[in-house]
Structures are given as structure tokens and as C-alpha cells.
């Protein structure tokens, strides 16, 4: 069962966030590169162990939390570098899902501080059961294209930022109207 929130997506997608971080900060000098480097060692030891059917060390909240807090300084220390709010699409995958979970469950008169098991990845993982290190590697793969298409685009940050958003969106509604019901008859 997949319960954790996004704790452990988070924790398995974070190499790859913050080694396009590293590079971005090399190019652009936002944040000292030692500080990501510290970063990537530690995510990476922890992957190793995390990264498996069967984790071997789970942080939980705590650990995906803070993960999440040294994302958002750098994604934050890049936005106001470069003056170009359009690097939140670095986060759009994460923040689509969540935004539109917490959207969702508010349609259907739930208590939106209630734990839940409604996130996408979390349907794909309990109801289409589809094994834990598949889901977190679509995620992943998904991530690494839409960035890769952002840094070709860079000129026109805004307007891809918008249809990826517009994109994410309109599959999050097909994937949920084909299989929530999944979710709703267990």
C-alpha cells in the first residue's frame, strides 16, 4: 500500500531536481554549488536505500519535508537570481497533483487535513497496482522532460510554463475520470 503522502516520491525524485539545480547553478551561480553538492550526496546515499521494493531507511515526513524546504530555497534562490517566476515549473508535476487533489477532494466534501489516499500516484500504485518504483520512476521521467523542454524554451518560460500546467491538468482529469472509481469501490 502506498499511504506515505508524497514523502517517498519526493525523496526518490530529489536526485534529479537537485543535479538540474546543480547545473543550473554553475551556469547561473545562484546558491554556492558545495551547498547542492552536500545535497546530492545525501539524497543520493539515501536513495540508495530508498529506492528499492522493500525500503531499507524511510524518513517520513521529517525528511521529505526538509527535502521539500532545501527545494524550495533553491528553486526560490534561482527565481529571484534570474528574475523569471517561470522556474516554478520546475515544481509543476508535484504541484499539479497536489493542487488538484486538494481541488478535488474539496468537490467531494471532504476534510481537506484528513489523511487520504487520492493523489494520483497513490491510485496508481493501490488500486492500478502498479509496482512502487514504476510510479516513482514515471514521475520522475515525466519531471525530467517537461525540465529538459523548459531549458530549450527558455525564452518563452511563461507561455511553457502555461500549457505544461494546461497539459498536466488535462491528464490528471482524464487519468481520475477513468480510474477513481477504482478508488471508490475499496
Known sequence: ?????????IDENTA????TLTTLSVANTFVNADFIYTVICSVLVFCFFNFRKKAKCFAGDVGSVSIAFILLFL??????????????????????????TIIHRLMLHEN???????HLYQIMANELKIPHVMVS????AVQAII????????GYGY??????????????ICFMKKYFGLHQST
Not at 137 to 140: L, P
Not at 159 to 172: D, E, K, P, S, T
Request: hydrophobic share 50%; net charge positive; aromatic share 16%.
Open 16 to 19: 534529479f531536481l537537485t543535479t
Open 147 to 154: 525540465i529538459v523542454g523548459y531549458i530549450m524554451c527558455l
Open 112 to 118: 481537506i487535513g484528513l489523511p487520504h489516499r487520492k
Open 137 to 140: 520512476s514515471i514521475y520522475m
Open 159 to 172: 507561455w511553457y510554463l502555461a500549457g505544461i500546467i494546461l497539459l498536466l491538468c488535462f491528464l490528471y
Open 75 to 100: 528553486i526560490g534562490r534561482l527565481i529571484i537570481e534570474t528574475e523569471d517566476f517561470s522556474w516554478i515549473v520546475l515544481l509543476s508535476v508535484y504541484g499539479v497533483d497536489s493542487v488538484l
Open 1 to 9: 500500500m502506498y499511504k506515505r503522502g508524497h514523502s517517498k516520491i
